[in-house]
RNA sequence: GGUCCCGUAGCUCAACUGGAUAGAGCAACUGCCUUCUAAGCAGUAGGUUUCAGGUUCGAGUCCUGACGGGAUCACCA
């Protein structure tokens, strides 16, 4: 039980003793008393007036005195207006250190014995990844740290939309620009040269259409008339058709970008347990669509277009078939959905997407639990807002967007310039230098991302955004890496901290204190961020710890300490700081140094 | 136009899901390296939480309206 948990209970024995009221010590909680007041835990009395029949004072002092005579864990107490602010005996505060400490591992909690799904990434292969595409994996790869520390198998699968009329598009401009130009004869990665010929393409279409229009065609016309858009429509026709030539295309513009992904991704640290490909699926779901008609979910009309009428859900109809019998966005979705199912039986699946499909996956959910699907209600939509650049939103046809291997490189240059500046590589290796320039420059990148809410959208801005200073990845690195020092040398000069004993010890300071509370937050943190999917959550934590930290270790001193037992508790206790970022930081997927 | 999100210090973000005098970082200013890493610590300054009502012991948080910003509403993906 924790010290919580105990003084919740007492608190409802003192319900009973002094009013003959029952409390459900589950139905209250404490909350942590604000810092300008005494106390760790506040209660609040304002909602028990009406059972304790006198003014708030009166009451906080009756339930106070109750504790402090018969909870083993309220030392003192103070009443400041409606609020019981109460003192946590301190030598619980060492068994709770003790308890942590003894812990194997910091950040997992047991299995729950459920199965989940994280879809995020699912890039298009006509061009490279961007800032935005970034903010994607690093939240997917960061809930998926965070469900699996809560307990869950998770399989992280990304959802690849391989074909289609944009796709297209690179391939017509290849044929008629590119001369057979390879990733190596260009000296480009994959994706970045099929992302060439995705630009080349527009350049061309939008002087095509302004010559169109220029003789006389309308905007409309012109727009679906241009030969090079012509085109490409006749080239996804082949395509689904079959036709050798296409497909050889395809498949080598593919593979360049599949190996221009792969860097990105392993320089980002994120990593995938399962590959969907569109080119695969596109065709599933038309099965549930019949299905849906023969349960009169779904309901056809006159021209053969099929149609789901969520209007009893405050949605409206929606086109789940086209008149022509071919599929939309959604059909396939649908299809999707039980092929995941079927292939890992889930209790939960997350879709990590950005907040424009909002109303796509409230349709698209809405329709799985009509139908009645097993994994209806464990759907989730991971809906992150879009990053910003202070000159608005990005967009890849007018040159505005971030590109993410640009980026991740400037971040780790700027980690060396830094580094280097503040002359902190003596003694580094060039390979241990380039190592952690690395680490400290995506630290800083992924902890910029994720510390804000996901569901809010975020500013950008490349000249100021990415500090090393502050609430920022480094700050938690650095902090990590000070205590690898202290490690360093209470082992070398023989520091006994591992197994020592401290229940022995008179007295603890303050800073020691708000740390072990700090410390034991973890795991409501964990799952706290498990259920928002809320990678956020652990960031801020981070922050407050390495915060907290940084207070104890300017405040008091290790090994100029004369008292051998309250040494090796401050060397343990920064141990166990330790644990927990690096620990707390690997559900960000960020790594820390022990030197920087 | 309908629907849905958002609006907190000059800037970027918090606020334990309705609790006390709204907190951090950056930028500005003042201290602290002869002690374990100063990418740090301590402090000063900065607010009518867009505005107007309402609900109640209590509202940044819930409700209504206005203003401002964004997304979405295709037989596109």
Known sequence: MTIQEQILQDISAAFSALFDHQVEPSSISLQPTRKEFEGTYTFVMFPFLKVTKSNPEQSGTLVGQYLKDNSAAVKDFNVVKGFLNLVVEENLWVDVFQKLYSKENVAQLPSNGQKVMVEYSSPNTNKPLHLGHLRNNFLGFSISEILAANGYEVIKANLVNDR?????????AYKHLANGETPESAGLKGDHLAGKYYVAFDREYKRQVGELKESGQSEEMAKSMAPWMMEAQEMLRKWEAGDKDTV???????????????DTYKRMGVLFD?????SDTYLLGKDIVEEGLEKNIFYKKENGSVWVDLSEEGLDEKLVLRGDGTSVYITQDMGTADLKYKDFILD???????????????????IMRKLGRPYGDGLYHLSYGMVDLPTGKMKSREGTVVDADDLMQEMIDTAEGHTKELGKIDGFSEEQAKELYEILGMGALKYFLL??????????????????Q????????????????????????GV???????SQLEKIEPSEQDLIIVLNDFEKKIRQAGEDLAPSIIAQYMFDLA?????????LPIFNEGDALVQSFRVALSDQVAKTLKAGMKLLGVRVPDRM
């Not at 510390?451 to 090393?468: H, T």
């Open 470 to 493: 502050g609430n920022t990845g480094p700050f938690i690195q650095y902090s990590h890496a000070r205590i690898s020092a202290i490690l360093r040398k209470a082992d070398q000069i």
């Open 348 to 366: 939960k699946s997350v879709y990590v997407v950005g907040n424009e499909q909002d109303y796509h996956f409230d349709v698209l959910f809405k």
């Open 274 to 278: 399962k590959f969907y490909y569109e």
């Open 451 to 468: 510390k804000v809410d996901p569901k809010k959208r975020m500013l950008f801005n490349p000249q100021e955004s990415i500090e090393f």
């Open 248 to 262: 050889d295309l395809w498949n080598q513009m593919n593979q360049w970008v599949y190996q221009g992904f792969n």
């Open 164 to 172: 289609g009329i944009h796709i297209c598009k690179s391939m017509v």
């Open 496 to 502: 006994d901290y591992k197994t020592a004993d401290f």
């Open 547 to 555: 915060k907290e930290y940084n207070r104890f270790y300017a405040e």
